[in-house]
T-cell receptor, first 115, second 109 residues
Framework: ETGVTQTPRHLVMGMTNKKSLKCEQH?????MYWYKQSAKKPLELMFV???????ENNSVPSRFSPECPNSSHLFLHLHTLQPEDSALYLC??????????????FGPGTRLTVL | RKEVEQDPGPFNVPEGATVAFNCTYS??????FFWYRQDCRKEPKLLMS???SGNEDGRFTAQLNRASQYISLLIRDSKLSDSATYLC??????????FGAGTTVTVRA
């Protein structure tokens, strides 16, 4: 596979469930990101990993827990979510975090619904 | 005040028309500017960077006005395939992309 892949593509969960989102990039990049996209709102940066180290936690509630075992894989562990957490969760990667070219490559996203 | 503001649209235009829209940003220290495109139920993809002198990429022209803190995107000779949401993106020069909520363009036959 090429590019950035995410699984699952759709997820429905109850507020007491625990689930994980997976992201994998096949671009040889060193930086990976989690974003949240709610309807009619701008993308919100949640977490940033550079060379497997977390460099950004954008005041995200602790019910979202990221994990980056290597530069190619990124997980978002979910537990005791709220209905307002329903959104599209996008993973992205870039060569590094310098932002020189501003290009981040996004995965197709996981559409999450919390009941 | 939002960091990046865009007219949500939608802009409904016939094929072959020219459509243009702006985006304003609040931080005067912003250094880099981009337009991303997001098709319906798809992920965002970089469309083009925006340079101080203005730049073209085929039918797309981007302009930057630092004094008034806005960037613009103009699409000439619109195609049906141009129908999408266009996201304005601003950075301080690092990886933190500030996204606008997007401007929706619909090109009709």
């Amino acid at each position: 596979e090429t590019g950035v892949t995410q699984t699952p593509r759709h997820l429905v969960m109850g507020m007491t469930n625990k689930k994980s989102l997976k992201c994998e990039q096949h671009l040889g990049h060193n930086a990976m990101y989690w974003y949240k996209q709610s309807a009619k709102k701008p993308l919100e940066l949640m977490f940033v990993y550079n060379f497997k180290e977390q460099t950004e936690n954008n005041s995200v509630p602790s019910r979202f827990s990221p994990e980056c075992p290597n530069s190619s894989h990124l997980f978002l562990h979910l537990h005791t979510l709220q209905p307002e957490d329903s959104a599209l969760y996008l993973c992205a990667s870039s060569q590094d975090t310098s932002g020189r070219r501003g290009e981040q490559f996004f995965g197709p996203g996981t559409r999450l619904t919390v009941l | 005040r939002k960091e990046v503001e865009q007219d949500p649209g939608p802009f409904n235009v016939p094929e072959g028309a020219t459509v243009a829209f702006n985006c304003t940003y609040s931080n005067s220290a912003s250094q880099s500017f981009f337009w991303y495109r997001q098709d319906c139920r798809k992920e965002p993809k970089l469309l083009m960077s925006v340079y101080s002198s203005g730049n073209e990429d085929g039918r797309f022209t981007a302009q930057l006005n630092r004094a008034s803190q806005y960037i613009s995107l103009l699409i000439r000779d619109s195609k049906l395939s141009d129908s999408a949401t266009y996201l304005c993106v601003v950075t301080l020069g690092d990886y933190k992309l500030s996204f606008g909520a997007g401007t929706t363009v619909t090109v009709r036959a």
